[in-house]
């Protein structure tokens, strides 16, 4: 899609060219060369799909709009252990570090009455990583406390968000990047990745460097660009740079002209240019002046605050956990919303959170030790075999997960799983180990009170227990696996999807998805909603999301469960602070036809568009609820 200020300029270069002459540049100066104004380049069939689905205008304004990060950052507050008021205190008081003397004026940046003064975060939190990387932290924290000076906190006033804390930030700036007519600034070219990890706030790191001026010392003030994908000879895409290339400021350069507008920045040289070729690791450019501010939180308030987008945050709300129950997050690392679910049962009760990297369960094995969450179990599984087989023989009746006469039974969530145990584990692990199996024999004694455990049960236990549970607690070595679940085991499932994430911000190239892509990502997620499906119990309820503003991928799937499963119904959700969801259908050339919400239907989703003022990335919610399953056996198809 390109912009009126880029065709002017191809225009201008075509036919007022006046090669390597100063005009031109300051031409190119006038029409802005080192600003940021990207426009984001699609696969032409699915920019014409998106187009029909949202009109031209609309479309326009969401690819501008994914192109620039949110204009704040949203901190989710652990409320097990601390409070938004509390939190606002702390940032404030880390303002008031950097301006001694003004704390009544820092204050007064709150949009929030801050009350609770005496609030102290409890004793539950870890002391120790934040002491341990004093250097690190201290200088997150100075970056922090700097970005805080001009920022206004404020605790969110949706209704039942009120555990949600925003922080503004700041951007589009203008950057003086030094250059004159005669003399272009020292400058890298860093992938397009980097880029948009440098947009959400981070610092340009050695593998992200691509190309850097000649003579570049540390301390140099160096302009940063992107380098982001061309249409190729080929029809595929490409960057067509060899990695070490030496920039002279010259139209010669690489992507010399493509870099109009694509610049994010400017830095402190951190070493200097065959060091950024040489090394590889470190910060090679110190982003002192950036395009868009917001402030990063690494380290900060460890376990207290969660940095996590608003959307993320509401699909744990709208799942509406409950004190006691037991939930699936069937893709759920890095644990973002398996930690809010946890939270929002106040670490009572079972969240089962499994993803199919084994990596990646550490993560959220991790989090939610920081976190200081007992609830969470996590285990290594391929969400498209989550429901176990092992007993071909069952039938939905024996295996729900009833509450006759206060009577709970429920089926063991390792039944099918075991550990993956790590033969590098040394001594210090096994103190370790022996307070996981403190924490799982507490957790299984909380269990117990509210479940009826069968001896087979008890049994396995026992050997989880001598196994090592593999619980959130212990860090680092162990993953559980599991063959998945019994059919009706959950009263709640997540399906945080995997998609086509082509609603996280701030993007620069969204050319990758093809129409055959798009489709494939929705045939996936089907897959993975036929397991949920199965897993949650008659009276359960299935929350089914996505990052992406594909329509394939939301609309069309709700539209797949609803004319599947007759016992599915859309159910209310809250909070509700998303637009309506895409009523219609799309015709594709092949002939294809995706079906989109019938009526009345829109209004029962969520669709968080990211060129809407809630300024959010693009995500959609639907929440579900499972009708009565009797009488469904596996001789009946529907399920
Ligand atoms: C959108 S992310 C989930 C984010 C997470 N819910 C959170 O809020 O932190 C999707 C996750 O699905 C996982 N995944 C992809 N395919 C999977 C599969 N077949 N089974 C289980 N997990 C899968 C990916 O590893 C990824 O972590």
Excluded at 109 to 122: F, W
Excluded at 344 to 359: I, Q
Excluded at 582 to 594: A, N
Aim: a neutral charge.
């Amino acid at each position: 899609m390109k912009k009126a200020g880029d065709l002017l300029q191809t225009f201008l270069r075509r036919f007022l060219s006046f090669p390597n002459s100063n005009k031109t540049r300051k031409m190119e100066d006038m029409l802005g060369r080192y600003c940021y104004n990207p426009s984001l380049r699609w696969n032409p069939e699915v920019e014409e799909y998106f187009i029909k689905a949202y009109g031209a205008d609309h479309f326009s304004r969401i690819s501008i709009a994914l192109t620039h990060p949110s204009c704040y950052s949203c901190l989710r507050v652990n409320t097990l252990y601390s409070t938004s008021d509390a939190v606002i205190q702390k940032l404030v008081a880390i303002m008031e570090e950097t301006e001694p003397g003004n704390a009544n004026d820092n204050l007064s940046k709150c949009e929030s009455n801050v009350v609770g003064a005496g609030l102290k975060q409890k004793g539950c939190l870890k002391e120790t990583n934040i002491t341990q990387d004093m250097d690190y932290c201290n200088k997150a924290t100075d970056a922090l406390k700097e970005n805080l000076k001009t920022r206004s906190i404020s605790k969110c006033q949706f209704p039942g968000l009120d555990y949600v804390v925003f922080v503004g930030g700041s951007g589009p700036h203008m950057i003086d990047y030094g250059n004159t007519h005669y003399r272009p600034p020292k400058e890298v070219i860093v992938s397009r990745k980097c880029a948009e990890a440098v947009l959400r706030g981070a610092q340009v790191y050695v593998p992200g460097v691509v190309a850097c001026s000649a003579h570049v010392e540390k301390g140099d003030t160096i302009a940063v660009s992107a380098a982001v994908e061309q249409p190729g000879l080929d029809g595929g895409w490409g960057i067509g740079i060899t990695r070490g290339t030496v920039l002279q400021g010259l139209e010669t350069d690489p992507l010399y002209f493509e870099r109009n507008g694509l610049y994010i920045g400017k830095g402190t040289a951190m070493m200097s240019r065959a060091g950024m070729f040489r090394v590889s690791e470190g910060v090679a450019v110190d982003m002192n002046h950036r395009v868009f501010n917001l402030p990063s939180f690494r380290d900060v308030l460890e376990g207290e605050i969660f940095l996590q987008n608003l959307p993320s945050i509401v699909t744990a709300h709208v799942l509406d956990p409950q004190m006691g129950e037991r939930i699936l997050d069937m893709c759920a690392a890095p644990g973002g919303k398996t930690t809010a679910i946890a939270i929002l049962m106040k670490d009572k009760g079972e969240v089962v959170a499994v993803d199919r990297s084994h990596n990646k369960v550490m993560d959220i094995q991790k989090l939610a030790a920081e976190m200081g969450l007992n609830c969470i179990t996590t285990y290594k599984l391929d969400a498209l075999k989550a429901v176990c087989r092992r007993n071909e023989s069952y039938s939905t009746t024996d295996l729900s997960f009833g509450k006759q006469n206060g009577d709970v039974t429920i089926q063991n969530s390792d039944m099918c799983s075991h550990v993956e145990r790590d033969s590098s584990v040394g001594p210090e692990r096994v103190n370790a180990d022996r307070s996981c199996m403190e924490n799982a024999s507490n957790c299984n004694e909380k269990a117990n009170e509210r479940r009826y455990v069968s001896k087979a049960d008890i049994r396995k236990n026992i050997r989880k227990v001598r196994n090592g549970p593999g619980r959130n607690q212990c860090n680092g070595d162990r993953v559980q696996n599991s063959k998945g679940f019994s059919p009706n085991s959950f009263d709640r499932v997540l399906l945080d999807a995997p998609c086509s994430a082509l609603g996280l911000r701030p993007r620069l190239f969204a050319g990758e998805e093809t129409i055959l892509s798009l489709r494939n990502h929705a045939k996936y997620q089907r897959r993975m909603f036929d397991q949920a499906v199965q897993l949650a119990r008659s009276g359960g309820v299935i929350v089914y999301s996505t990052c992406t503003i594909n329509p394939g991928e939301n609309e069309a799937l709700v539209r797949y469960a609803l004319d599947t499963y007759e016992f599915l119904s859309l159910a209310q959700q809250y909070p509700s602070i998303g637009g309506p969801g895409l009523v219609g259908r799309c015709e594709f050339s092949d002939g294809y036809i995706e079906e989109w919400l019938r009526p009345g239907e829109e209004k029962l989703v969520q669709r968080f568009d990211p060129s809407s003022s809630l300024d959010t990335i693009g995500f959609f919610i639907a929440k579900f609820g499972v009708g009565s399953k009797d009488g469904l056996t596996r001789e009946n198809p529907a399920i």
